[in-house]
C-alpha cells in the first residue's frame, strides 16, 4: 500500500487560486500522488463564503475540513503531515503529533508584515510582529524537515534556527551541511509545454488591437510592488509607441473579501491621472489558474517590478516561474532571488529599482527584435528544466519515501524548558545526565558556578 501523505494549507484551493500557497500545494499533491496516497486538506479558517472547489481530480483527494475534528481525523490517518507553517499556530494539535513533520516556510511573512503593515498605527504594527516572531518560533522548533525556496532564505532561516538553539550537536552530527532540518524546494513550473487555445488579450480586450505588443503583469497587485514606476514607464513610452499596451492581470483577489488592496485603488487613480487608463493600461479582474498559459502565450514581456527593501531582498516572485513556464522575456528589478536568475539564464533585462526611463529602455529594446520570443527560446529551455516540478520536489519526495524524526527533538525539549526557566537545578541535572552522561554533567556544573562567580 501506498504511504498516506496529509498536506495542510492555508489557503483554499480553487478553479480562480489566488495565492501562490494554494498553487504550491495542489501542485505538492498531484506529484506526490505519483507515489503516496495524498489527502489535499483545507482547514475551515482557510475557507470562505465565495471558496469553489476546484474540479475533481482522480489523483488525489481534496478535503475542505468543515471542524478541527476533522481536521483531527484525518492527522491521525496519514503517515506524514507537511504544513504550512502558519496553521500550526491556528491548529496546535498538528504540532503535537507524533508523526513526522513537514513546515513549508514559503513567506517570511515576518518580513512581509513589516512592508504589508507599514501605513498602520506602530503599536499595531509591533503586536503583530511579535505574533509573527511567536508563529515562526513555533514553526521552527516543532518541524522534523523545513523547506523553503532558495538558498538565501536558508540563509535567513538556519540564523534563526541557530538563535532558537536548532543548530546544535544532535543537528549537526545527522547532517553537517543542516539538509535534513531545512532544505530548498522552490516554488515549480509544470513539464508539459502550455499551448495556445484561445484569444483572451489581442484583438479581444477592449482596446488591445489584435497587432499590439503586450506587456504582462503577472499575479496580482500589492502594496510591496513597484506598479508607480510601471506606470510612470508607460506614460514615457505610451506617445511613441501607443501599440504597446499593460496588461495587468489579476486585481480582484477571489480567496479574500471586501476592498481591493490599496495598492490596486492607486494605481488605477494613477493610470487616470496620466491619461493611460483603459487606452495604455489595462486592469484585469483575475485569470483562473488552468487559462493563465493563454495570457501568457498572448504577451510579449512579462514584467515584475518592487521596491528595495528586506521583502524583496528574500522573496520568491512566484509568477516569473510562469514567464519562464512559457517563454516569456522577463524585465525584472534587481536585487532579489529571481532577478538573479534572470541574469545568470540571459532571459531578459534586470533594471535598477525605480528607475522608469530603465525600464521603458528596457521595454523599447526587447519589442526591436523581429524574433523576441524565438531568439530567447534556447535560454528558456535550458532554465525550464531545472524549475519543473520533480525537480524542485526532490527533498520533499525523498522524505516522504524515508520519513524521519529530527535528531534533536528530546534535546530541545529540555532546551525550552532550561530558557523558560521551568526546570529545577535537579531536574535539569538528572536531564543532563541522561543526556550527555557524568562529563557532560561535571561539564554544565562547572559553567554553572562559573556563571555564579561572575554574575
Request: charged share 20%; with cysteine; glycine share 6%.
Amino acid at each position: 500500500m501506498k504511504r498516506p501523505i496529509l498536506l495542510v494549507c492555508n489557503q483554499t484551493v480553487s478553479p480562480y487560486m489566488a495565492g501562490p500557497v494554494a498553487i504550491r500545494y495542489w501542485e505538492f499533491a498531484r506529484v506526490l500522488s505519483q507515489y503516496f496516497t495524498v489527502t489535499l486538506a483545507i482547514p475551515p479558517l482557510a475557507q470562505n463564503s465565495s471558496s469553489t472547489p476546484p474540479p475533481a481530480t482522480p489523483e488525489f483527494e481534496v478535503r475542505f475540513c468543515r471542524t478541527a475534528t476533522e481536521l483531527r481525523n484525518l492527522t491521525q490517518s496519514a503517515e506524514v503531515l507537511v504544513v504550512v507553517g502558519e496553521v500550526l499556530s491556528l491548529y496546535p494539535f498538528l504540532a503535537q503529533s507524533d508523526k513526522p513533520l513537514v513546515v513549508d516556510l514559503y513567506i517570511p511573512f515576518l518580513l512581509e508584515g513589516l512592508q504589508k503593515h507599514a501605513t498602520k498605527p506602530l503599536a499595531e504594527q509591533l503586536c503583530l510582529q511579535q505574533g509573527y516572531r511567536r508563529v515562526h518560533a513555533l514553526q521552527l522548533r516543532a518541524a522534523d524537515l523545513l523547506l523553503c525556496p532558495s538558498y538565501k532564505l536558508q540563509d535567513f532561516w538556519l540564523g534563526y534556527l541557530a538563535a532558537l538553539g536548532r543548530v546544535n550537536p544532535y543537528t549537526h552530527a545527522a547532517d553537517p551541511a543542516m539538509t535534513q532540518l531545512i532544505s530548498v524546494v522552490p516554488f515549480g513550473l509544470p513539464a508539459t509545454p502550455p499551448r495556445h487555445d484561445r484569444a483572451v488579450m489581442k484583438g479581444v480586450y477592449k482596446t488591445i488591437g489584435a497587432e499590439d505588443k503586450v506587456i504582462l503583469w503577472g499575479g496580482g497587485l500589492w502594496n510591496w510592488l513597484d506598479w508607480q514606476t510601471m506606470l510612470q514607464a508607460m506614460a514615457i513610452i505610451a506617445p511613441i509607441r501607443p501599440d504597446i499596451k499593460l496588461f495587468f492581470m489579476g486585481t480582484k483577489n477571489p480567496s479574500v473579501a471586501g476592498a481591493p488592496e490599496m495598492a490596486v485603488t492607486e494605481a488605477i487613480a494613477l493610470s487616470q491621472q496620466l491619461g493611460l487608463y483603459d487606452k495604455h493600461v489595462f486592469f484585469n479582474d483575475w485569470v483562473a489558474y488552468a487559462d493563465r498559459h493563454n495570457y501568457l502565450l498572448e504577451a510579449d514581456i512579462g514584467i515584475t517590478l518592487h521596491r528595495q527593501h528586506l521583502e524583496s531582498r528574500f522573496s520568491f516572485r512566484t509568477r516569473l516561474l510562469d514567464y519562464l513556464w512559457t517563454g516569456l522575456p522577463i524585465i525584472a528589478t534587481a536585487g532579489d532571488v529571481m532577478s538573479a536568475e534572470v541574469e545568470r539564464g540571459n532571459l531578459g533585462r534586470v533594471v535598477a529599482s525605480g528607475d522608469s526611463q530603465a525600464v521603458s529602455q528596457a521595454m523599447l529594446e526587447l519589442l526591436a527584435m523581429p524574433n523576441l520570443r524565438q531568439d530567447y527560446q534556447p535560454q528558456f529551455a535550458r532554465m525550464r528544466r531545472q524549475y519543473e516540478w520533480e525537480t524542485v520536489m526532490q527533498p520533499l519526495i525523498q522524505f516522504c519515501h524515508a520519513p524521519y524524526r529530527a535528531a534533536d527533538k528530546p534535546y530541545l525539549a529540555d532546551l525550552i524548558g532550561l530558557e523558560n526557566g521551568q526546570q529545577s537545578l535537579i531536574k535539569k541535572g538528572w536531564q543532563t545526565l541522561k543526556r550527555a552522561g557524568p562529563r557532560g554533567l561535571l561539564s554544565e556544573i562547572s559553567r554553572y558556578l562559573y556563571w555564579k562567580r561572575h554574575s
